[in-house]
C-alpha cells in the first residue's frame, strides 16, 4: 500500500477560495514533498518540509508536517483557475546512499473561474 | 521540464514485443528513477540508478529491467510487453549532494499495449 495517502481524492472550489489537501503516512520519514501535476504533464515539486520543521511557506502555499499524527496539509490561499492539476504527496524515507521517494494516489482540484 | 527529455513521447505495441524507453538528461545529476502512472496508484517506482553501471529496483520491478551507461541516458526496457504495462511511464532526477532533495520529472510516455 502507499506510504502517503491524499485526503481528499477530488476537490472542488471557486475561484479565490482556500484549498486544504491532507496527506498522511505509516513510517518515519526525512521530510516531506508535495508536486503538482497538470494534466498531461509531468510533476513540478512545490515545496519540501524537513522532518524538524513544522509549518513553511511559499508564495500562496502553506505547509504543515505533523510528525506525531504522520500527517501534512497542504494549503493553497487565493485559488486560481491555473491552480486547477493533480497534487501529490512524496514521503522521503532515505538512508545512506539510497533516494527515493514514495508518492501518494493524490487529490484532484478543480478550481471554477 | 528541468532538462530531461524522454522518448518516445507515445507508442502503441502489441503484447509479447520488446520495448526500450529512454531518459535524456542535460542537468548531469546522479541519481535516475523510472515510475509507471496509473489511475489510482499515483506514481509508483520502477527501478531507480544511483551511478553509471549502478542500478535497483523499486517497487514495481517485475517484467521491467534497465540499463545506464552514460550518465545522462537511463533506459527502461519491458523484455516482453503485456496489457498489465499500458501506462504512463515517467523518468525523474535528482542532485546527489544535501541531504534533502527535489526530484525533476520529465514529459511522461505514454504506452500503450494492444
Known amino acids: 500500500s502507499q506510504q502517503g495517502e491524499e485526503d481528499p481524492q477530488a476537490l472542488s472550489i471557486q475561484e479565490g477560495e482556500n484549498a486544504t489537501m491532507n496527506c498522511s503516512y505509516k513510517?518515519?520519514?526525512?521530510?516531506l514533498q508535495w508536486y503538482r501535476q497538470n494534466s498531461g504533464r509531468g510533476l513540478v515539486h512545490l515545496i519540501l518540509?524537513?522532518?524538524?520543521?513544522r509549518e513553511k511557506h511559499s508564495g500562496r502555499l502553506r505547509v504543515t508536517l505533523d510528525t506525531s499524527k504522520k500527517s501534512s496539509s497542504l494549503l493553497i490561499t487565493a485559488s486560481r483557475a491555473a491552480d486547477t492539476a493533480s497534487y501529490f504527496c512524496?514521503?522521503?524515507?532515505?538512508?545512506?546512499?539510497?533516494?527515493?521517494?514514495?508518492f501518494g494516489s493524490g487529490t484532484q482540484l478543480t478550481v471554477l473561474p | 521540464d528541468a532538462g530531461i527529455t524522454q522518448s518516445p513521447r507515445h507508442k502503441v505495441t502489441e503484447t509479447g514485443t520488446p520495448v526500450t524507453l529512454r531518459c535524456h538528461q542535460t542537468?548531469?545529476?546522479?541519481?535516475m528513477y523510472w515510475y509507471r502512472q496509473d489511475p489510482g496508484h499515483g506514481l509508483r517506482l520502477i527501478h531507480y540508478?544511483?551511478?553509471?553501471?549502478?542500478?535497483d529496483k523499486g517497487e514495481v520491478s517485475d517484467g521491467y529491467s534497465v540499463s545506464r551507461s552514460k550518465t545522462e541516458d537511463f533506459l527502461l526496457t519491458l523484455e516482453s510487453a503485456t496489457s498489465s504495462q499500458t501506462s504512463v511511464y515517467f523518468c525523474?532526477?535528482?542532485?546527489?549532494?544535501?541531504?534533502?532533495?527535489?526530484?525533476?520529472f520529465g514529459p511522461g510516455t505514454r504506452l500503450t499495449v494492444t
Open positions: 512524496a514521503t522521503d524515507l532515505s538512508s545512506g546512499s539510497a533516494r527515493q521517494l514514495t
Open positions: 540508478s544511483y551511478g553509471v553501471k549502478d542500478t
Open positions: 525523474a532526477i535528482s542532485e546527489s549532494t544535501g541531504q534533502h532533495y527535489e526530484q525533476y
Open positions: 542537468e548531469n545529476h546522479r541519481y
Open positions: 518540509i524537513r522532518s524538524n520543521e
Open positions: 513510517t518515519s520519514i526525512n521530510n
